[in-house]
């Protein structure tokens, strides 16, 4: 009688080369699964090319201040402006609310804009910014706040979305998400 003398794991059990193996090969397809959804969403939530047709309807556009009157876009070129669409709604946005107050307060004697376009109702802005004041103005871009949202590159009209005009009117920077203390350093220095 001939024995074969190789030996065979018992079934359900793995040698240490072969679980070695299926652990390597298991680890690569959770990173590969992992690396595609890091991808997809960072395709997903970044800004994509700003479409010229709609900076150019940005600059022609008006929208109703919190007085009823007319703020119109043409009024803020030829200095920098920094353009942050929010609403009362999105906790982002409001976190990120004091920290562009304080960098207007900071830079709007060297030129810089800041300008509040909500994505909300009236009614909402001004019980908001009664608890909660802002020293740059604010206006409402209602519907059509969300049709140049998506023309300025941000497709999916995620709030909130920041979009930094340099001294010419063309696009220097944009940001879909909060701003932090360090995104507002850079987009000063560069310009």
């Known amino acids: 009688m001939m024995t074969d003398q190789t030996a065979q794991p018992l079934a359900g059990f793995d040698t240490a080369a072969g679980g070695s193996r299926r652990c390597w090969l298991t680890l690569g397809v959770a990173g590969a699964a992992a ?25 022609a556009s008006e929208f109703e201040g919190l007085d009823g009157a007319a703020v119109s876009m043409a ?9 942050n669409f929010w609403a009362t709604w999105c906790p982002p ?7 562009l107050n ?6 709007k004697a060297g030129g810089w804009q800041v300008l509040g376009l909500a994505i909300d109702q009236l009614a909402s802005v001004r019980k908001f910014l009664q608890r909660a004041p ?18 300025l590159g941000n497709p999916n009209g995620g709030l909130p979305f920041s979009v930094l005009f340099a001294v010419n009117g063309a ?21």
């Open 35 to 59: 690396a595609a959804g890091a991808g997809l969403a960072w395709w997903r939530f970044s800004p994509r090319s700003a479409d010229a047709q709609a900076v150019d309807q940005f600059w």
């Open 75 to 83: 009024a803020f070129r030829g200095r920098p402006l920094l353009l």
């Open 93 to 99: 946005c409001v976190q990120e609310l004091p920290r």
């Open 102 to 107: 304080a960098f207007h307060e900071a830079h």
């Open 134 to 151: 802002l020293a740059f103005p604010v206006a409402l871009g209602g519907v059509s706040g969300l049709t140049l949202v998506r023309g």
């Open 171 to 191: 696009i220097a920077q944009r940001k879909i998400g909060e701003l932090s203390s360090a995104d507002l350093q850079q987009w000063r220095d560069s310009l």
